[in-house]
């Protein structure tokens, strides 16, 4: 019998967790819930311009699980690098934004968009309420917007977030709170602690049937801190942030990279960001959450990504290995 697993998240860290269960999909039920808030780059052209939710978290998403190989996948992935209006956009963005206007829905947009790329699985999103997201700093600052979050400035780079939601209140989808009851395992990160994971944890009704769900609990931890989010956190630090929004005692397992042979040149570009790799501290936890199941392993993809024409956003060059991760994560279920 198949296993309901559900991918909770956005980014290129959900897109690397489901291109590595889709090889498993013989075995599983895969339905990937996504946050909806991002509002940089593209997005923030479909939101500004066209009065549509974010959709680059569901198109990469869309890739990840799609049955086709060939040209329809690198057409969905290809970014326009020239023209005044159009550079930065790609072009399954602007297909679904056609499509939403065609349909007159986007929620139809996104299921007919599956459905022509043969989805293996469900992408849902978190909820379709329109919103941002509020973080706030130590010392009261506060920035509005994940763009603004993601690239953090001066004044708040340092600085750890103590409160963090939606503007106005969200609520969750109901597609996307049943396939959290039905779901076997769920899986949270990697991604961006806050504008990926903690993003979808503060919509209304997420926390509450995450609580009510039996199925067992997965955090992936980042492999690298980020200014402005995560500024010279250790895994712990990541747990504790984690535990505000959602109980610790309801986490089952975590999964957290043991190889530091990071390439040194790449090592030099990341600390002119200000980040590093996660260090792992977590046996400190060990008395006060004794049930955590600690996965470490060697997770880091020999792939480096490579920066894409009129591409706008600052990428993580450093990955999980998708095939590595898969395998940790499939182990949680046995």
Do not use: W
Not at 50 to 55: A, D, H, K, N, S
Not at 78 to 97: D, K, P, V, W
Not at 122 to 146: H, T
Not at 313 to 323: C, E, F
């Amino acid at each position: 019998m198949k296993q309901n697993v559900v991918v909770m998240g956005g980014g290129t860290g959900t897109f690397t967790v489901l291109r590595g269960l889709k090889e498993h999909i013989n075995t599983l039920n895969l339905t990937a819930i996504m946050t909806m808030a991002d509002d940089g780059g593209s997005n923030k052209v479909l939101r500004d311009e066209f009065g549509l939710l974010p959709t680059s978290g569901i198109r990469q998403a869309i890739v990840a699980l799609s049955q086709d190989e060939g040209l329809l996948r690198e057409l969905f992935t290809y970014r326009y690098y020239q023209g005044t209006g159009i550079s930065g956009m790609t072009f399954g963005n602007l297909f679904m934004a056609a499509l939403a206007d065609i349909l007159q829905s986007q929620k139809k947009a996104i299921e007919e968009t599956c459905r022509l790329m043969k989805v293996q699985g469900k992408i849902l999103p978190i909820s379709y309420d329109d919103v941002r997201l509020l973080a706030e700093y130590e010392g009261g600052e506060e920035v509005l917007g994940e763009h603004l979050i993601d690239e953090a400035n001066h004044r708040v780079a340092h600085k750890r977030i103590i409160k963090f939601r939606t503007i106005p209140k969200a609520k969750i989808d109901p597609q996307a709170a049943q396939a959290i009851k039905q779901a076997n395992l769920i899986i949270l990160g990697p991604g961006d602690l806050y504008t990926n994971t903690i993003a979808n944890l503060v919509v209304d009704g997420v926390v509450e049937n995450l609580l009510q769900s039996s199925a067992r609990l997965v955090f992936v931890m980042n492999l690298m801190t980020k200014a402005g989010e995560t500024y010279a956190y250790k895994a712990s630090d990541f747990l504790q942030d984690l535990n505000r929004y959602l109980p610790l005692k309801r986490l089952n397992d975590v999964i957290v990279n043991n190889n530091f042979n990071f390439p040194p040149n790449i090592l030099k570009l990341y600390q002119q960001e200000e980040a590093e790799p996660v260090q792992d501290d977590l046996d400190q936890l060990k008395h006060l959450y004794p049930h955590l199941k600690i996965h470490r392993a060697n997770l880091i993809s020999p792939e480096l990504v490579k920066p894409i024409k009129g591409d706008k956003i600052k990428r993580s060059i450093i990955r999980h290995d998708h095939r590595k991760l898969a395998q940790v994560l499939i182990s949680c279920m046995m």
